[in-house]
């Protein structure tokens, strides 16, 4: 006994579980040599979705050991979880530390790292003659490189990758089984003599060189500094690539991709370079340096007194220009700029060559998905490229670039993809596996993991990559892949299938043909609940919370198109408490691209007499006269509470475009337009169960608490009437205020009514989605006003405002659903 007591207290052993993202991250290897170097004898290996460590040895190396483990892991691993178990010591210390082979294959779910951009050691090793991989542009480690874009199945090993065809040369093998290199077990492991090779073809497809490295970089860093369009084999998909700093070559991109004024993003090829052109916060300098790599939206130095549509007075847009200026083109009339970093080696070697920032746009012609395979990118990119440059490694899934900002909320994802996906978010209750198939546009599909197989209160959620708009048949093709792939990925039998209530999306379509197949439910979730489950999933949050759901369209159940909604949340529950002041569409889905047609239905709703008159300099008089006419028969004017519409119709009352090419197009030019000026919000009108509330909200007084009419709140909706601040905003053109004043009148009534709304409802808890969130003005005014009006506010962060969270929120609005019924099946 004695002997085993003075045994014990000088030797210690331990089992530690490490739960997260812990494998395909360099993980293993890390301890291994953790491990050693305190001399601990045992072993680590893979477990179902976990890494399993035994140490022995002395306490305080065992300490050391932990402390490290704790603080210090790879930098692609993300520990959710760390468990430490005291166990008996063994007689005999272990001699060795080793890497066990993986354990139980019938493994739940591990968690899949997202694709990873080049970390700093291989970026080193590209650029340094005296390495192997020098030029190398497939060079990847364990800490970094292609994941998702190349897994086929699980598990993770390289047969099941993209990969499978390229067999490693004996000196990359040798890497791949040393547990003290920084390539063990590295699946996707390469080099020059092994691995996928480049090749530059013209837009015909026939082969202009081939080689890896230097010729065939040199020949299309070459013509990109000669204005030439180059499509590139990305990571996750064909990019486009242009001199960004040549007006003439961003203007042919633009119309041969049929896209006119979108912004596009710029890569740039250091972070110094980026400062040239953008102001970067620390936080966005993490941002962009992290091994996700995203498009950061950006505040631009340069200034954009040129083209720019409507005056603006930032004092911050008057800083000279750097010394490759970039063409205001790039974002016409816009204020940031996407911008993002190298995130391969193939990205990193291109820049370096051409020597300046260059536009870097997804592969695509208007409205189609990315290309991802260079048969396709032939056929679809051919006549909108000067040159291919492609490679052998297949792209088993299409990931985009993520898109990310700074914004009001913090660090808020705007596009979820590349770095992000598939990496899984977490709803905080139990739930069956369940797939949610999205709303139409910006499409994004989700798959819960069954929660009672893991044992915890807690359901994994992944959401695919950015999809993309549903319009094209091609698209809806891509976007029928996703929902298959992830199903199949992770094994899931759905007990359930999730759609949007409109009947005639691409994605409803899917969900009723799924559900038949499977014989599964298929479980409809309105949009603005959606949107504002979406948030709720986010935070963590059952209910109540006020939803203000702001967004361009979704189907209403009461056959009018929502998007200005304010929803009480609760469980599976929703209702709609208050909204806008519906008005006409005329043309219905036409007006999206024609803000004047907002202008005129919100007028006519106003007044049928004053309308045509207000409008007349924004159409053909024949165009007024039939679209006056659909509105007195009634005749393809569906009514309307949307907050998208609501400010189209008002930036083109303040002459902003009155035809756009994108949706939110003239919403944005309105925020950029937008002066800091303490102007005074207009008023609306809040009228509850049709009769005019008796206080017009706005500026004018504080409202009593106990004026608040809670009880009718049950009954019909509260009407936020937009009418008032119509009649003001008229007024201001006619007295010739300045835009920028008007805007910023507008955005702070929007907030103004949110207050209203909120202080009727009487919830503490105020949730913030829909697409309009994206504007950073509209997200800060409203986080400010109702902050200060004492509420708690949520808004996204982890997934984007618009449509692209949608299958998250459905997803979240199911699985409430089952707890309220004990997990049992929907009938
Ligand atoms: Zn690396
Ligand atoms: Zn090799
Ligand atoms: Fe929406």
Redesign the pocket.
Known sequence: MAENDRHSSQVRRAAITVGGVVQGVGFRPFVYNLARSQRLGGWVRNEADTVQIDVQGTPGAVEAFLTALRNVPPPQARIDRLEVRELPCLDAQPAEFEIRPSFGRSAPQPVIPADLATCPECVQEIFDPAQRRHLYPFTNCTNCGPRWSIIERLPYDRPQTAMKTFA??P??RAEYEDPADRRFHAQPI??P???PQLELADPQGRIISRTSGQPVLQQAAEALREGKILGLKGLGGFQILVDATDPEAVERLRTRKRRPHRPLAVMMSSLEEVRRHCRVSADEAQVLTSPQTPIVLLTRKETLEENRPVPHTHPSAFIPHPSFPLPDAIAPGNPYLGVMLPYTPLHHLLLHLVGRPVVCTSGNLSEEPMATDNAEALERLGPMVDLLLWHDRPIVRPVDDSVVRLGPAGLEILRRARGYAPLPLALDLPAPPLLALGGHLKNTVAVSLDSRVRETHQTPVVLSSHVGDLDHPLSVEVFRRAAEDLQEFYQVRPAAVVCDLHPDYASTHEAEVLARRWETPCLRVQHHHAHVAACMAEHGLAGPVLGLAWDGTGYGPDGTVWGGEFLVCEGSDYRRVAHFRTFPLPGGDRAVRQPRRSALGLLFEMSPEEAADAVKVLFSPDELKTLLQMLTRKTNCPRTSSVGRLFDAVAALCGLPPVITFEGQAAMTLEFAAEPSDAMPYSLAVQTAGVPWPRSCGHAEEPHASDMPTASVGMAPVILDWEPMLRAILEDRRAGVPIGVISARFHRTLAQGAVEIAKIVNLPRIVLSGGCFQNALLLRTMIDALQTAGFTVYAHQKVPPGDGGIALGQLYVAAMSYNERNLTPIP
């Open positions: 490693m040369c000196a990359c390469a080099c003599r092994c691995g």
